[in-house]
């Protein structure tokens, strides 16, 4: 991380173990957000700093993030991603770039061995589930570990497209019987995983667009089981073809505290 954010920036966080996002904007004073709480740091980030910053992040190569960067995003080591905002542009080729950078948001992945404990015997006989929650609230920490349980038992295939679940080096934790496909959009999978990889169970995060559903409900049918994600805050909001998909769900939420389980049952078309 002080490799990342510079020493003179990493020197003024507290407690660095702890830290689950870091939000630079230009002109204010840098959040620091952590498993204890929210401060702000006497780090007002010029655009040199932002822009070192995203240098160092992009290891001093943008042209190979390109990608990344009209997605929004760039990469960093063990699974953190910095998130993009500022004035952007789409080019002749449709990608977004970002000539000027005003914010950045470090997300710092978090493994909590054994929070999926919580749960119970929810998941002493699997089915299709998915997590639902408001961002920052937990919904990739608890897949992780409910995942990393599950690889032990069962033929598991993660689709980790952004590196969150694992992480780029594979430095997060999984079974024994995982198997790993980074940076591939889950619509392109089918064949190959079906052919291929012969999964018992497909884990994913953040279920966005109308084909990530339909990817997943070809798996279903297949008869392969998906752990997976959405962006919401209760089951009410999940769309029609996902409460065909999915028959268990967990809504998660900050109250009293991230990754407190708000609601848990079975999903009803």
Do not use: W
Not at 111 to 127: A, M, P, R, T
Not at 137 to 156: H, N, P, W
């Amino acid at each position: 991380m002080r490799k990342l954010l510079g020493d003179k920036l990493f020197s003024m966080i507290k407690d660095d173990d702890a830290v689950t996002e870091i939000r630079l904007r230009l002109g204010h004073e840098t959040l620091i957000k952590t498993l204890k709480g929210d401060y702000y740091c006497r780090f007002t980030p010029s655009e040199k700093d932002i822009e070192e910053i995203m240098q160092r992040a992009m290891r001093f190569s943008p042209y190979a993030f390109e990608n990344e960067i009209s997605s929004g995003y760039i990469p960093y080591t063990n699974g953190i991603r910095i998130g993009i905002a500022g004035k952007g542009k789409v080019n002749v080729d449709n990608k977004i770039l970002f000539p000027i950078v005003r914010s950045l948001c470090v997300r710092v992945p978090h493994e909590i061995i054994g929070c999926s404990n919580k749960l119970g015997d929810f998941f002493s006989s699997f089915e299709n589930t998915v997590v639902i929650s408001p961002p920052y609230c937990g919904k990739t920490t608890l897949i992780r570990d409910i995942a990393r349980v599950l690889s032990d038992r069962f033929e598991t295939l993660y689709i980790d497209e952004r590196n969150e679940l694992c992480g780029d080096t594979l430095s997060l934790r999984v079974g024994k019987k995982a198997d790993i496909i980074q940076g591939i959009e889950k619509k392109y999978l089918y064949e190959n995983i079906i052919r291929a990889m012969a999964p018992e169970i497909v884990v994913c995060d953040e279920l966005f667009s109308e084909e990530d559903f339909f990817a997943v409900k070809r798996f279903s049918l297949a008869g392969i089981k998906c752990l997976a994600s959405f962006h919401a805050s209760s089951i009410d909001s999940l769309p029609p073809i996902g409460k065909e998909i999915f028959k268990k769900y967990v809504v998660l939420t900050d109250k009293p505290f991230i990754g407190t389980i708000k609601a848990i049952g079975n999903v009803r078309v």
